[in-house]
């Protein structure tokens, strides 16, 4: 017993020592998470933005930790601006903001994703409208026309696929190989108006550390009114209460804590493995499922019937639009395309052609190939993806 536990603290002490010559010639690695936190200073926190945001609103800003809904059913408030940036609120809190809006408030909502039926709701659609590395958000207003922030890292590509006639665009991505894709809007909401901008990467350290940005993100607040505004952050800034956050928050100790951690149920299990029983090994039930899978494709595949094998397919495929996407599956023509293009977000040509496959596979007198089973198989995976 004493050999074996001094075998186990040798390698513990070489271990922790071969992690220590680690830890200490570590290079620094940057985070390059889109995290939106107010108090990280990696490339995409808020921190920059959260320093200036008070002198942006003239110390008339007011950040709230809480969800809009426990919010505004706490407290009743006059006509004032919401703002909220890349934040996962549930469908009660936006139908609060919305509430706000409607009799009098402003809302500036900065996310690349919000939940459909609330966009609608609104007036807009939001999509990707680009796949580029890089592009340009510029204003559509003449006064601001100089005043631009080039997107070099990362950029979401987010932007307005739908905007109903009475919607104000405010702001545009601009490409170089595609035309101007609508980014930043006004609309219009009961007594008061929503400004919704589909890229907040903008207001991310990154960005707003390189000179002449800032212009920019003053620019879109500006179309705020002068009066109080009501930011709802994240709640992460409480202090953790738990006896071990300093071991925890060196990266050092907290590898050191879980490595001794782990040694010692190491121990614990091969020394207690030692004197308990043997234990007969049951074999688990076999599952045949998979195996019968393979045999009923060999057999398809021995016969060579590619035709029925692309027929069943491209019927498991409609089906699963039907039942996964609400997709009425009855004609297979542009209309479809297009609705099959917005739920899944795929190239329209790529469907097109996933299409005329599929057809081809439906049709009883059509020769089929092995090749046209490959890429039809290969078209609907990779729709459904």
Same mark, same amino acid.
């Given at each position: ?13 070489v271990v ?12 620094e ?7 939106f ?53 549930d469908?009660?809190s ?12 402003d ?18 659609h ?9 592009? *340009? @958000?510029?204003? !559509?207003?003449? %006064?601001?026309?100089? #005043?631009?922030?080039?997107?070099? $890292?990362?950029p979401? =590509?987010? &932007? ?8 104000? *665009? @405010?702001?545009? !991505?601009?490409? %170089?190989?595609?035309? #101007?894709?609508?980014?930043?809007? $006004?609309?219009?909401? =009961?007594? &008061? ?9 903008? @207001? ?25 505004t ?5 709640n ?6 738990f006896?071990m ?8 100790l ?5 490595l001794?951690?782990?040694?010692l149920?190491?121990?614990i ?18 599952n ?57 977000g ?40």
């Amino acid at each position: 017993m004493k050999k074996t536990f001094k075998i186990y603290a040798v390698i513990f002490i070489v271990v922790m020592v071969i992690l220590a010559l680690l830890e200490v010639n570590k290079k620094e690695t940057t985070n390059w998470r889109k995290n939106f936190n107010i108090n990280e200073k990696s490339p995409f926190g808020l921190f920059v933005f959260n320093n200036e945001a008070k002198d942006l609103f003239k110390n008339n800003l007011k950040k709230i930790e809480q969800t809009p809904y426990d919010y505004y059913t706490q407290h009743k408030k006059g006509v004032h601006n919401i703002i909220v940036i890349e934040k996962e609120l549930d469908k009660e809190s936006w139908k609060k903001i919305l509430d706000q809006v409607s009799n009098g408030s402003d809302a500036m909502i900065l996310v690349s994703h919000i939940s459909k039926d609330i966009s609608d709701s609104i007036g807009y659609h939001s999509s990707d409208i680009s796949f580029e590395e890089e592009n *340009v @958000l510029k204003l !559509t207003d003449k %006064k601001y026309q100089n #005043d631009f922030i080039k997107l070099d $890292k990362f950029p979401s =590509g987010r &932007g307005f696929s739908y905007i109903k006639p009475k919607v104000e *665009v @405010l702001g545009k !991505t601009v490409e %170089k190989n595609n035309s #101007d894709q609508a980014n930043f809007i $006004k609309v219009q909401f =009961g007594k &008061g108006t929503i400004y919704a901008h589909s890229e907040p990467l903008f @207001l991310t350290n990154y960005y707003l550390l390189k000179p002449g940005n800032i212009k920019y993100a003053q620019d879109v607040f500006s179309y705020l009114q002068d009066r109080e505004t009501i930011w709802f952050v994240e709640n992460d800034t409480k202090v953790s209460r738990f006896f071990m956050r300093f071991v925890l928050s060196n990266p050092a100790l907290k590898y050191a804590w879980w490595l001794f951690l782990g040694g010692l149920l190491l121990f614990i299990f091969f020394n207690a493995k030692r004197k308990q029983r043997v234990v007969p090994v049951l074999e688990p039930l076999r599952n045949t499922s998979v195996d019968f899978v393979k045999s009923i494709g060999n057999l398809y595949l021995q016969e060579g019937d590619f035709h029925d094998m692309m027929a069943k397919k491209a019927q498991y495929f409609l089906n699963k639009v039907r039942m996964d996407l609400l997709i009425d599956t009855q004609n297979l023509d542009a209309e479809f395309a297009k609705k099959l293009q917005l739920k899944t977000g795929k190239n329209i040509e790529m469907i097109n052609e996933a299409i005329v496959l599929i057809r081809k596979g439906q049709d009883p007198y059509a020769n089929v190939m092995k090749e046209d089973l490959t890429r039809l198989n290969k078209l609907l995976d990779e729709i459904l993806k």
